[in-house]
């Protein structure tokens, strides 16, 4: 039994927060078989304050001022860098789309020993959010569809969970700082995604004018409708569908709806909000907005549930690993070895996998980490035919044709060496095919695998820490 410290830091929109985490490790293999190391207990230790996200301007993060608030926070929590074992930095909603996002987190991870360091797309964000709230641990235990709104300060990030497991996820340009306000109550910011609503619904909210509070009501009863149609599977119209950030949710049906995120504070709080004053008091629209959610999910009789975790929901731990070995029966290329923090897709999220769309899933689930290396992950058959192994390593081959990157494949049963020759038949002997077995992953974790020790490669998994 091993026990880590780890660090989650969560770069915002809206906020920035540091989580300090202790973490019980321990070997759950028996005494002859191949260790592998599970988390036992996860424990939060420390959480910071919730600090504004420092920006030098619209577009630019204030480095500096977020270098102290981290430091200020290790200090605080009386805990060195080289006390951490892992951790994570999230920078996520607008944060993640400013100019010098990249060198904030190259910058940062140096605060905490072995980073997974995440830039999270819309949809990435989504899961990680619906996981930390616990929409989706809510979703299992009471064997339900469970959809997650997790709003902060520049978008909404939507996840459907079903029994469980993520079955959908989008964001949309949704949130409470898309309009700000000046200490004298002025409008001082509107953001460019609220143009058109404004326009087309004849609000009158201007830059430079302090707004009557009847109109940024119906700015916010505007966006409260579109997460209600969407709860209700109700057809949005051309106007609404805007708001989508890189594409549309699908048709589920749900039976629970959660809020996490900062503008979830508000919504759960039952706070009268019926002023100009009283909207602006964090400089933004965000109580209204979440007024507007209550009352409307209120008034339609919809099963909203408080989660466990609101504005702290997207990063509530840090990174543990799993270290494990690989299968025997793999293939690998040194040359391209070690790989470091590669993101997992798991292709099928239930026992059901058709084998006959892999191919198609793979375009639609690298959409979610844009033209980064992922490993893709399949459990597969325990004893797939010679054709069934040709179909599979067909579509692989499809997919990578024309990309300047290995073949990372993974599946839990023990194939990948068969999966690995087929693959390399049809694309010619290239030497770039990496495929491994007897590993066990889910969508967001991430992988490190290491040089190869004979036939085998040690293969770390390290996992964003969501439940308390």
Known sequence: ????????????????????????????????????????????????????????????????????????????????KEDIT???????GESSCKDNSKPVLETLSDYAGDFVVATAGADLESILAGNGSGAAALSEEEKICTVNFDIGGGTTNAAVFKFGKCIDAY???IGGRLIKFDAYGKVSYISDKLEKIIAKNNI???????????????????????????????????????????????????????FSGGIAECVYNNEIIDSIDKCRKFGDIGPLLGQSLRLLFEEKGLDLREPKEKIRATVIGAGSHSVKLSGSTIIFDDSVLPKKNIPIVRLFETEDEDYSIIKKLMIEKQRIYGNDEVAFFLKGPKTPSYSLIKEIAKQIVEFYEGKNRPVLFLVENDFAKALGQTIEMFRGKTGNTICIDSVKVETGDYIDIGNSIGDIVPVAVKTLIFKI
């Open 86 to 92: 892992t951790g994570a930095i999230i920078i996520t």
């Open 204 to 258: 009158n909210i201007v830059l430079g004018e302090i707004p009557n509070f009847y109109e940024l009501k119906k700015l916010t009863d505007f966006l409260a409708e579109v997460l209600y149609k969407l709860s209700c599977d109700i057809s949005l119209s051309t106007l609404e569908s805007d708001l989508f950030i890189e594409h549309i949710s699908k048709k589920i049906h749900i039976n629970q709806i959660t």
């Open 171 to 173: 964001g949309l340009n």
């Open 1 to 80: 039994m091993e026990k880590i410290l780890s660090v989650g830091i969560d770069i915002g929109t809206s906020t920035t927060q540091v989580i300090f985490s202790k973490i019980t490790l321990k070997n759950t293999a028996g005494s002859f078989s191949i260790p592998r190391v599970e988390i036992t207990e996860k424990k939060i230790i420390y959480r910071s304050k919730i600090y504004f996200t420092p920006l030098l301007s619209n577009q630019i993060i204030n480095l500096e001022k977020l270098k102290n608030i981290i430091s200020s926070e290790y200090k605080n929590a009386n805990i060195k």
